[in-house]
Nanobody, 122 residues
């Protein structure tokens, strides 16, 4: 059973940066594409970015292109989301999820993490 644990969230000022980590235990992370999703208060969960098993396919939602960078280190069983130029609209709980391919459909997700809160505020 794959377990995913997110970390790195916190309070940051607008324009600041954070790096989120998604650490996997159990089966090897290299078996899965990994996606980052987020859910803001009162809103539906949305996909932010995903990366294929070997890192050759990467996708971003339009609102984060040019500001967020997803990467993975299969040897360390970790996927990262580097977030820069953060805006108040990026405030949300960020979740990572494992699936077979990127892009990731909700019906394809096999494992979810429990999330980490990112708050962008002055």
């Amino acid at each position: 059973q794959l377990q995913l644990v997110e970390s790195g969230g916190g309070l940051v000022q607008p324009g600041g940066s954070l790096r989120l980590s998604c650490a996997a235990s159990g089966f090897g992370l290299e078996r899965y594409a990994i996606g980052w999703f987020r859910q803001a208060p009162g809103k539906e969960r949305e996909g932010v970015s995903c990366i294929s098993r070997d890192g050759s396919n990467i996708q971003y939602t339009a609102s984060v292109k040019g500001r967020f960078t997803i990467s993975r280190d299969n040897a360390e069983n970790t996927v990262y989301l580097q977030m820069a130029s953060l805006k108040p609209g990026d405030t949300a709980v960020y979740y990572c999820a494992a699936a077979s391919t990127c892009p990731i459909g909700y019906n394809d997700i096999e494992h979810w993490g429990k999330g980490t809160l990112v708050t962008v505020s002055s």
